[in-house]
């Protein structure tokens, strides 16, 4: 069998190597792509907190663990103190420590265990009804600006409905309250909170519903949490406004709800107008209406005032009258507007003149005149300066050349002697033989000589 890399090297497969960052990393985007924030429930071991801020546990049931680390950012707000062997209920992501290659959750959400299931409970419940578009905006019904009858779903012993007639009395006395009484925790209080709104439904008695209580733990609250209660929220002919718990306190009601309060006071407020605001503003609208009423008059007034003087305007003798005065006004009028055209046709025919003798061509061929007798002298100038520039650069060359001349030279004694008959240029006795003939030019003619005796002189001694 052939191996993997047999063959010549351009044809073998290229290998694909991964380092162990690569890996760890593409295994890190794998799984935190692939799973959505979880809910893992466990028990705590090996809970460490180090100077950072941060936690380091580990979670695990009878069969396995799982590494788990809450940074301080998420676990700052926790309600309670962790410890080994807590059984608790985590939201976290799923992902992998890079530089140990360690598979991790990190937990952004942890709660102790023993309302777990209610809270997944909620969770799922609140999901289904969510799809269905139980809670959608567009199904929200608005509240009554002024409700004349305000229907209350509460307990009657409660601290809840004390502090909701509280409110309204504060805030708007004379909207009378009707009380349908109901328990608000316990087994069955889910259905007889439905029925209640069945009733009140039914009845049309009230312009809008509160169904609230006061605070309480998870459990406490379970039965505004049910199915039933919140169908029968959205199946109510009358807006339902919710103050249930605390500030921090959610249920599905709520969500069903047309409007969530906070509190039980604050559902309160939400669904009755402020008396002294209400006061103030028909005290407003009492004032516009006052002076929209004084401005009417006026208006009446004026225009009544417009007829007489235009009844009185209509006179002959006062139509006469005012014609007359604008036969003057115009008249007036039209002499001033023939003086500003005399002079606007002045003033044109001064420019225009003006124009005209720039134009004339006799001071054209003055300008042009002078112009050349001016361009003439500079052109003479020019001319001179340039020759006696060039005189000057002439003469210097023939010095220069006067000086680098061998007639010069020749002129001062000395001779030029060529070898005949080739002409060869003598600088050493040596060239020439006893009786060759040499020529000898002399600063003025030429000597033709035929050489008697050569007298060679020895070359000089080196470094010398």
Known sequence: MLSPDAGPPQLRPQRDVYTISRLNREVRALLEGAFPLLWVEGELSNLSRPGSGHLYFTLKDAQAQVRCAMFRARNRNLAFAPRDGMQVLVRARIGLYEARGDFQLLVEHMEEAGDGALRRAFEALKRRLAAEGLFDEARKRPLPALPRRIGVITSPTGAAIRDIL??????????PVLLYPVPVQGEGAAAEIA?????????????VLLLARGGGSLEDLWAFNEEVVARAIRACDIPVVTGIGHEIDFTIADFAADRRAPTPSGAAELVSPDRSEWLARLEHQGARLLRAQRGALQHLRARLDGLVRGLAGRHPGRQVQQRTQRLDDLELRLRGAVRGELRGARGALAELAARLEHHFPLARVQRLSAQCGHLEHRLHATLRAGLGLRAQRLAALGRTLDTVSPLATLGRGYAIVRRLPDGTLLRDAAQVEAGAQVETRLARGRLLCRVEETRPEPDPPEGT
């Open 166 to 175: 509280s409110v309204l009395r504060r805030r708007f006395p004379s909207i």
């Open 195 to 207: 029925a209640a709104l069945a009733l009140a439904s039914r009845r049309a008695e009230c312009d």
